[in-house]
């Protein structure tokens, strides 16, 4: 994709006008969203590449927030543009905070949701980096769009969120004395449910990027790592080659996987999917629970599909009541729960797309948090400060913080999360 092609999709107004007429197809139509760099970048201001010594001719500048943009957690942020790989930034980055609403039922039990209460429900956090393939466009759709479907699918779980176990129907009914028995012997807890509405969230934006892209003639894709805390605790998902990992004073736990096997139950369910002549009108591909019952029908019930780990709940139809084809348990979103950690000051995550990667390891981005934290605690911004820090040794040709002489000419956007502050108080999170 070349800058010139991109700009004139993407930056209205901006120099170089049409092509020249050219027996061609129809020109695609420009793209629904403008390039930009994340929101919370606004009135920022580049940093040099390096942090001391003279700039090189080649050195790329490094932007985080300004100085009075606070992040949710007084997280960290730093991101580098490509070694003129391309004239944009193929990385996209979002964070900020999710208000959670119920929704309430109509006056008969079947009825569907009528509307969700004005007040919030729950609250929670969100930080999510995308990494474009094939140009920037499927990166910007998923930064504008993933969080609004993450907080649709978590309203329509809501009233399964607060209840221990999780209710075998939504609304609360009972068709099953067992019900109860059933989720149990599942597994099934609450914190399945924000996994399937991650899941769910992912497939809803996947889709409408596909959408969006062939309505405007244009290719691409992205990857998406997301950590969402809610209810004390925080999940990490991941679909790509982002990276995720905890750093505390004594160990290294990474929170993704670049490439997470399918299980054996979603590689089935997902055959069925695409070919779904081999149920043979006998068998339905979700999973549920229980067998369901024809009192289950026009219920929101616990269930799951191929693509999904966790759970969520969808109305019964007729379709559903067929005799299960597959039963299992699989898990693709990592949980930490703050409460049970024990963190201490300098625990943080380091999300950071796979620029960072290619060149540190887990354990050299340990050693560098490590090492910068302890005497910057009195800095308000040290998290933002960390993550150029780490930028600035993917980039450095010599006096790299790890002694190594390593560039990366990719991308390289990273999030620095703090989790001790919240751990404190972490119930309301």
């Given at each position: 994709?070349?800058?010139?092609?991109?700009?004139?999709?993407?930056l209205?107004?901006?120099?170089?006008?049409?092509?020249?007429?050219?027996?061609?197809?129809?020109?695609?139509?420009?793209?629904?969203?403008?390039y930009?760099?994340?929101?919370f970048?606004?009135?920022?201001?580049?940093?040099?590449?390096?942090?001391?010594?003279?700039?090189?001719?080649?050195?790329?500048?490094?932007?985080c927030?300004?100085?009075?943009?606070?992040?949710?957690?007084?997280?960290?942020?730093?991101?580098?543009?490509?070694?003129?790989?391309?004239?944009?930034n193929?990385d996209?980055?979002?964070?900020?905070?999710?208000?959670?609403?119920?929704?309430?039922?109509?006056?008969?039990?079947?009825q569907?949701?009528l509307?969700?209460c004005?007040e919030?429900?729950?609250?929670?956090?969100?930080?999510?980096?995308?990494?474009?393939?094939?140009?920037?466009?499927?990166?910007?759709?998923?930064?504008?769009?993933?969080?609004?479907?993450?907080?649709?699918?978590?309203?329509?779980?809501?009233?399964?969120?607060?209840?221990?176990?999780?209710p075998?129907?939504?609304?609360?009914?009972?068709?099953?004395?067992?019900?109860?028995?059933?989720?149990?012997?599942?597994?099934?807890?609450?914190?399945?449910?924000?996994?399937?509405?991650?899941?769910?969230?992912?497939?809803?934006?996947?889709?409408?990027?596909?959408?969006?892209?062939?309505?405007s003639?244009q290719?691409?894709?992205?990857?998406?790592?997301?950590a969402?805390?809610?209810?004390?605790?925080?999940?990490?998902?991941?679909?790509?080659?982002?990276?995720?990992?905890?750093?505390?004073r004594?160990?290294?736990?990474?929170?993704?996987?670049?490439?997470?096997?399918?299980?054996?139950?979603?590689?089935?369910?997902?055959?069925?999917?695409?070919?779904?002549?081999?149920?043979?009108?006998?068998?339905?591909?979700?999973?549920f629970?229980?067998?369901?019952?024809?009192?289950?029908?026009?219920q929101?019930?616990?269930?799951?599909?191929?693509?999904?780990?966790?759970?969520?709940?969808?109305?019964?139809?007729?379709?559903?009541?067929?005799?299960?084809?597959?039963?299992?348990?699989?898990?693709?979103?990592?949980?930490?729960?703050?409460?049970?950690?024990?963190?201490?000051?300098?625990?943080?995550?380091?999300?950071?797309?796979?620029?960072?990667w290619?060149?540190?390891?887990?354990?050299?981005?340990?050693?560098?948090?490590r090492?910068?934290?302890?005497?910057?605690?009195e800095?308000?911004?040290?998290?933002?400060?960390?993550?150029?820090?780490?930028?600035?040794?993917?980039?450095?040709?010599?006096?790299?913080?790890?002694g190594?002489?390593?560039?990366?000419?990719?991308?390289?956007?990273?999030?620095?999360?703090?989790?001790?502050?919240?751990?404190?108080?972490?119930?309301?999170?």
């Open positions: 994709m070349s800058a010139g092609w991109f700009r004139r999709r993407f209205p107004g901006g120099p170089g006008g049409p092509l020249p007429a050219a027996p061609r197809s129809p020109r695609p139509r420009a793209s629904p969203v403008p930009r760099r994340p929101r970048l606004r009135g920022s201001a580049s940093g040099p590449a390096a942090p001391d010594g003279p700039r090189r001719p080649d050195a790329r500048p490094v932007r927030p300004a100085r009075g943009r606070a992040l949710p957690w007084n997280a960290g942020y730093a991101e580098i543009i490509n070694a003129e790989k391309s004239e944009f193929e996209q980055a979002a964070c900020g905070k999710l208000s959670i609403r119920r929704c309430e039922f109509g006056p008969e039990e079947d569907e949701w509307t969700l004005p919030e429900f729950l609250t929670g956090h969100y930080w999510a980096l995308f990494d474009g393939h094939g140009g920037p466009a499927a990166a910007i759709l998923a930064a504008n769009t993933l969080h609004s479907c993450l907080r649709r699918q978590l309203e329509a779980i809501g009233e399964g969120m607060v209840a221990t176990p999780p075998m129907h939504l609304s609360g009914r009972c068709v099953c004395p067992s019900d109860p028995q059933f989720v149990e012997e599942k597994g099934i807890r609450t914190e399945d449910l924000v996994i399937g509405a991650l899941e769910n969230a992912f497939q809803e934006c996947d889709e409408v990027i596909r959408r969006e892209l062939e309505a003639g290719v691409g894709g992205c990857t998406a790592l997301v969402v805390s809610l209810k004390g605790k925080l999940y990490v998902a991941n679909a790509g080659d982002s990276r995720a990992i905890l750093v505390r004594d160990e290294v736990q990474p929170l993704s996987s670049e490439f997470t096997p399918e299980t054996e139950r979603q590689r089935i369910q997902q055959l069925a999917f695409v070919y779904p002549e081999l149920l043979a009108d006998e068998f339905t591909r979700l999973e629970p229980r067998r369901l019952k024809g009192d289950d029908l026009g929101k019930v616990l269930f799951r599909d191929y693509y999904m780990s966790g759970w969520s709940y969808k109305c019964v139809e007729k379709s559903d009541l067929k005799y299960p084809l597959i039963h299992g348990q699989g898990r693709q979103v990592t949980v930490l729960d703050l409460d049970q950690l024990e963190l201490q000051e300098e625990d943080v995550v380091v999300m950071a797309t796979d620029g960072l290619d060149v540190l390891s887990n354990e050299q981005v340990a050693q560098l948090v090492s910068f934290l302890p005497g910057n605690r800095d308000p911004h040290r998290f933002s400060e960390l993550a150029k820090m780490l930028i600035h040794s993917t980039q450095a040709k010599d006096g790299s913080p790890t190594e002489e390593q560039v990366s000419y990719d991308d390289v956007s990273v999030f620095v999360i703090p989790l001790y502050s919240q751990s404190q108080g972490s119930s309301g999170h």
